[in-house]
Nanobody, 126 residues
Framework: VQLQASGGGLVQAGDSLRLSCAISGRSFTGYGVGWFRQAAGKEREFVAAISRNGFGTRYRDSVRGRFTISRDSAKNTVTLQMTTLRPEDTAVYYC????????????????????WGQGTLVTVSS
């Protein structure tokens, strides 16, 4: 099982970026997928998640209205469209698959996610 995150880069405040997470090795149509991020010197934090069927989404407060998560189950990919980026969005972004039902779908609890990608760096300059 591999998760490959891509799409990061250096942008200016107010710009947009589109992150993609390609999942290979098995189908994840029955699993929720989340995006987390980790800024330098900080804990990894929840950003957004999408439900198994793709109809449910959840966001952290600071990105709601600016970020949009979506999934293409046929292609086994999950996308995070980020707009109106801010310097505080600077971080390494990770995609992950929720592998336990001990937590609610689209949970922000890191321990619920058993598979993780390698991360992609997003840098937003002011």
């Amino acid at each position: 099982v591999q998760l490959q995150a891509s799409g990061g880069g250096l942008v200016q405040a107010g710009d947009s970026l589109r992150l993609s997470c390609a999942i290979s090795g098995r189908s994840f149509t029955g699993y929720g997928v989340g995006w987390f991020r980790q800024a330098a010197g900080k804990e990894r934090e929840f950003v957004a998640a999408i439900s198994r069927n793709g109809f449910g989404t959840r966001y952290r407060d600071s990105v709601r209205g600016r970020f949009t998560i979506s999934r293409d189950s046929a292609k086994n990919t999950v996308t995070l469209q980020m707009t109106t980026l801010r310097p505080e969005d600077t971080a390494v972004y990770y995609c992950a698959v929720q592998t336990t039902d001990r937590y609610a779908q689209m949970t922000g609890v890191r321990e619920a996610y058993g598979y993780w990608g390698q991360g992609t760096l997003v840098t937003v300059s002011s």
